[in-house]
């Protein structure tokens, strides 16, 4: 439910989300020398080694930070180990209290759509029983193939109490190709934004918002308010901020008169915060979640 | 390589891939039985089914079916086994001879899109080594966030010799709502046509196609004809055709003169062949395949 998402925003004063999508490459050496030695050079190896810093991560970002956001491409690109690994992180954020966005990016035809919404908000039959694949809280939605294809999330959504974030304006450099397209005096980011307000009309929460969200990028703010102002019940999931370009200031657009409306993520900027400023991985990932979050609710604020 | 595919089509005359979505519903009950008696109502139990499933389906095609269209959420949606039995299928079907589009409709920001290729178009690096994570021939691809999310699965194309079709116009009922819009005079899916056609133009192979094909679907004859106009050295994957409506004289649409151009899938009407007209599983879908090949083949050569 988007209002577990809320609750969780508001106890701990902090609208951000900590990407993790972690590619060997953004790894401590000894962390991945240390997994290596046990497993080889193996899929078993490297996601042993992610699930390492995944967990240094969760371990020192839980009480602070509401939500986490594992990418699925830097799980499955190391194979079912990888999409093991994937699984546990999930299992593991939840188990400290932290609310998870898959960002799987998945859409379909209706029974495709239906499919993948059993994968990751639903569970599956089998015979006399039926069970969950994955568990994320969340996941987010290519909308490509118009109604047909988000439903089937926006549905499982309400059996389940979970939430889903439909793509309207990606914070890539060439989202415009086809998003900032002018059809009938409005761009299609607009276009999707009716759409995306319709899917979740029948969902809307105990705060004011629906199960149905939306990703709106950072780096677009004007773009971002104009989407603000049409979709007052919709939350937008922000990606973008940091090391993609967006600023605290571009960021606040996405929120609400009400502090609320948005959930700011960060990826590299908080995964490998070690890097630029020294000390542990948990630690460093800390004091720049610190750093965000201030930079963020000051700003909002303003 | 798109080229691998044209050949396997040309030698066995048939413009068509039977797509593998294999729900536990479509089996056999003693199929289901067999594996859950082995591994009990289990993922385990389920995946094994499938796999049973789909190895009897390939058994049965391999000799006059070119290709197979695994699609990932029905193997998603039982879990980390379901995915093993993904992966299991794309290496039978390969070592059988036959062609692999896995549909999995991936798309993302430009860093991300490229893990994403990595995973199932080319090979990961763990320390001093690199390895596939999943070895399809070809991916589906969702061109949603433009040419960053969609350039680094073209640039692997290259890179492996695999081939992609990227989503230009669905099947489904609802896909007008954004592809169907018109800006600046012509529909979206012109516009993606065009886009497609660029990311295509550096890798077009020995027998005019590139390996940056597009998705064009079998219940949409009209559009089918002005982007086979509009497209002429870019192969089409056609869904659509059978159970979803669309008819031969449909699918002959997105055929070039030379008799190419297009790859015709149905998945529920070989894989429940068994149901309408009886026999085996296997033996029901080789009849249904042959019947679909012939069909198309007079269409095609009107």
Redesign the interface.
Known sequence: MIDKLIEKIIEKGNPTVAGL?P??DYLPEDM?KNS?DKYG???E??ADALFSFNKELIDALYDIVPAVKP?S??Y?????E???CL?KTIDYAKSKGMYVIL?A??????A??E??A???LGT??????S?A??DPDSMTV????????VKPFADQCVLSGKSIFV?VK??????????D????GKP?YE??AS?VKQWGIDSIGSHGYSEVGAVVGATYPEQAAALRALMPHTYFLV?GYGAQGGKAEDVAKSFNGDGLGAVVNASRSIMCAYRKNGGGVGEAARAEAVRMRDDIMFAVKK
């Open positions: 999508d590619k060997l991945i290596f050079e193996t899929f190896g490297a990418q491409a830097y499955e690109m190391y194979g079912i990888g999409i093991k699984s960002d990016k998945r859409g379909d035809i209706g495709t759509s499919a993948y059993k994968a990751y599956t039959e089998l015979g006399g029983r069970e694949a994955f290519n909308p490509y193939l118009g109604t047909d294809g793509l990606t914070s890539n450099k060439s989202s415009g190709e086809l998003q397209l002018i059809c009938g299609i276009h999707m759409l990606p």
